[in-house]
C-alpha cells in the first residue's frame, strides 16, 4: 500500500512556478499524470500559461474563487470542475475567499482529448463499449444553487468553507 500525503503540513510553501499565495504539494507524477493539490490563500494567483501537451482538470474541493480558461472567466465553487485544454491559456485566482483544488494534469496526450467513458448502465466489472463512430452527446442537467455568502455555509456538510 502507498499512501500520499497532502494537506497541511505537508504544502511546499512557495506553491508552484508563477503564483501568489498558492501552496502546493505534489501527490502523484508519473509518466501518465501529475497530480497536485493547491490551497490557495486569499487574493492569490496562478498566472494565466499555457501547457503545449497537457490536458488538466482543476477540481474545485472547498471553498471559492476564479478561473480562466482562454479570454472566459467564471465563478468556481467547491464541487466544481473546470477543464483545461492544452495549449489553452489558463490560470486561477480567489478575491477575498480561500480555496482548495485538486490539479489532474495528464501527460503525453497529443490532441488533448480527455476520454470519459461512463459506467452507470454497465454491470460491475466489465468494461462499457465506446461507439468512436459518432461525437459523444452534451450533458443535460444543471448545476446546483451556490451558496453565494459565507453566513449561508452550512458546516454540517463536513467541509471546511
Known sequence: M????FGPGYRRAEGPPGTQGVAGQVILHDDRAVV??????????????A??????????ISGAG?????????????????????????????????????IVELLGDED???VVE???DTPAGQPQPVDESSPASPAEGELAERTPLRDEYDASEGEPW
Open 118 to 120: 461512463a459506467e452507470a
Open 66 to 102: 476564479f478561473v480562466q480558461v482562454g479570454d472566459d472567466r467564471e465563478r468556481v465553487n467547491h464541487g466544481e470542475a473546470v477543464l483545461w485544454p492544452a495549449g489553452v491559456l489558463h490560470g486561477a485566482y480567489t478575491d477575498g475567499t480561500e480555496m482548495r483544488a485538486i
Open 36 to 49: 497536485s493539490e493547491l490551497a490557495f490563500s486569499r487574493y492569490a494567483m496562478i498566472t494565466p500559461h
Open 51 to 60: 501547457n503545449a501537451a497537457s490536458t488538466a482538470l482543476f477540481i474545485v
Open 112 to 114: 488533448g482529448q480527455v
Open 2 to 5: 502507498d499512501i500520499r500525503r
